[in-house]
């Protein structure tokens, strides 16, 4: 222990910031220790006269995060860490000298130049395609820095595409029937409303169909469950193709649907649609 007392105090001594004791090295002590080297070296790069001082490479922090680091000027980049590389898809070293425009496609890139160049300290969020042209969600930073003794910036990318497919499934899961894929009952109230607000501004007419299945309880009873699931989803497919393409057709739970007509045609006319409907199912 006094070894080890005096050996800290002559490290703490000379400017070592970050340590880790024997029993203490696992991954996540590791993780913070680097992404705390990290971010105090950015904040050297961010003051040229501390960088200066220091003396510090800049390339050992690229190399050291975890995450995809590379500096660019007037639009090139000028150096990257393998991370940064292999989020993009390419082999390490390769997106040294491209042009930072290949982070994303086309119609964003002038948006996107103009914005890292500005200096982004709250994470944003671009669509981004890889070297193979696959689309993939990007979370990034930058801001200012001197590299090789000259103005230059940093910044940071994050592959959030998994973190974002998930919200979206969720966000699907909570919206649309996971048998029929149609609308559920929460997006039919939602859409309902927005149908009746343009009415009312308008004047036009909205008009609603509720639809269920005689005797399905039969065929669930006798045939089985995957069975009757192959039976809404036909039922799902037969509405959907009968109704206009600004129409809902929704699942409301069980054997039961609905249909919101927009800019519904007179009352007389509603029998008609009615039996169009009635038609397709009996199919």
């Known amino acids: 222990p006094t070894f080890q007392s005096k050996a800290l105090s002559r490290l703490l001594g000379n400017g070592v910031h970050e340590y880790l004791a024997k029993e203490e090295v696992t991954g996540g002590r590791i993780s913070d220790a680097l992404r705390s080297a990290v971010e105090r070296q950015r904040f050297q790069i961010q003051n040229p006269k501390i960088a200066e001082e220091t ?15 590379a500096v660019f000027r007037k639009g090139i980049i000028l150096a990257a860490n393998p991370a940064f590389d292999m989020i993009l898809g390419y082999a390490p070293g390769k997106t040294k000298g491209k042009a930072l425009s290949i982070l994303c496609k086309h119609e964003y890139q002038s948006y996107f130049r ?40 940093v910044i940071d990318i994050h592959d959030i595409t998994e973190r974002r497919k998930a919200v979206e499934a969720l966000r699907h899961q909570a919206y649309w029937d ?45 045939l089985g469950l995957g069975m009757g699931d192959r039976v809404l989803k036909a039922v799902s497919r037969r509405l959907s193709h009968s109704v206009r393409r600004g129409d809902t057709v929704a699942r409301l739970g069980a054997d039961e649907f609905t249909i919101i007509l927009q800019d519904s045609q007179e009352l007389a006319d509603l029998p008609a649609v009615a039996g169009k409907t009635l038609e397709a199912i009996a199919k």
Request: charged letters at 25%; aromatic letters at 12%.
């Open 114 to 153: 103009s914005q890292v160049e500005r200096g982004v300290e709250t994470p944003a969020v671009i669509v981004a395609q890889k070297k193979d042209g696959s689309s993939l969600y990007l979370e990034y930073t930058s801001r200012p820095c001197t590299f090789k003794e000259e103005p230059a910036f």
């Open 178 to 222: 996971f048998v029929t894929d149609l609308p559920n009952r929460y997006l039919f109230f939602d859409r309902l409303n927005a149908a009746l607000d343009q009415a009312r501004q308008t004047g036009g007419k909205v008009a609603i169909f509720f639809i269920d299945l005689d005797h399905f309880k039969v065929i669930n009873d006798t």
């Open 55 to 69: 003396r510090v490479d800049l390339n050992v922090p690229i190399k050291m995060s975890l995450d995809g680091v």
